[in-house]
């Protein structure tokens, strides 16, 4: 089945850095998605992206199908962005195969 | 209220017995997913739904069984609970609309299932 791997698996950073997050796929999708689990467990959605490149406020995502790859950015970090990242990627006809995560923490 | 719930939120139970984790969702979607959360492992998916008469196997669905009583309920059991199920279970949902695409997905708030 299709791999998916998550990079760095942890990233320590003082609040208002940057930071990008790396996720790598083995085969073509047709949908990738990230998502956010906070500290108390909750899982967010924060961008569909099979492909391009989108921003939510802090947040954005970039995809490049071709390269089997995607990053989510975040800028000028707070220490609400604390959590756990995935990444999530299917085939068409199949469920949301997730990578392990990167584990956030934002320390003020 | 959530859109997706899930019951029990937590439950400890002994080695051997048999547990039901349900869920329930008011989004209207047709799509429903059970996965589990291992610490350092991401989340694995255990079964899935893409309609009431579709049933999948995902990665991980030795020792586990599930049942789609309808549209917006997606049950899953542990029929002879062991300690290494010991973990935190999510269902989700995503919208059919999408075709053969998944679909964006909405999760529930986890149910924490401890097997002593």
């Known amino acids: 089945g299709i791999q998916v791997e998550q990079s760095p698996p942890d990233l320590i950073l003082q609040e208002g850095a940057n930071s990008t997050l790396r996720c790598n796929f083995s085969?073509?999708?047709?949908?990738l998605q990230w998502f956010h689990q906070n500290p108390w467990g909750q899982l967010i959605n924060l961008f569909y992206?099979?492909?391009g490149t989108k921003q939510n406020g802090r947040l954005s995502a970039t995809t490049v199908a071709t390269e089997r790859y995607s990053l989510l950015y975040i800028s000028s970090s707070q220490t609400t962005d604390s959590g756990v990242y995935f990444c999530?990627?299917?085939?068409?006809?199949?469920?949301?195969?997730f990578g392990k995560g990167t584990t956030l923490s934002v320390s003020s | 209220d959530a859109d997706v719930t899930q019951t029990p939120r937590n439950r400890i139970t002994k080695t051997g017995k048999r547990i039901m984790l349900e869920c329930s969702q008011t989004?209207?979607?047709?799509?429903m997913y059970w996965y589990r959360q291992d610490p350092g492992l991401g989340l694995r998916l255990i079964y899935y739904?893409?309609?009431?008469?579709?049933?999948n196997k995902g990665e991980i669905s030795d020792g586990y069984s599930v049942s789609r009583q309808a549209q917006a309920k997606f049950s899953l059991s542990l029929e002879s609970a062991i300690p290494n199920q010991t973990a935190l279970y999510f269902c989700?949902?995503?919208?059919?609309?999408?075709?053969?695409?998944?679909?964006?997905?909405?999760f529930g708030e986890g149910s924490r299932l401890t097997v002593l």
């Open positions: 989700a949902t995503s919208d059919s609309s999408w075709g053969l695409h998944t679909g964006e997905l909405f």
């Open positions: 085969d073509s999708v047709n949908n």
């Open positions: 992206i099979p492909s």
């Open positions: 999530a990627v299917s085939q068409a006809g199949t469920a949301l195969i």
């Open positions: 989004k209207g979607h047709d799509r």
């Open positions: 739904s893409f309609d009431v008469k579709d049933i």
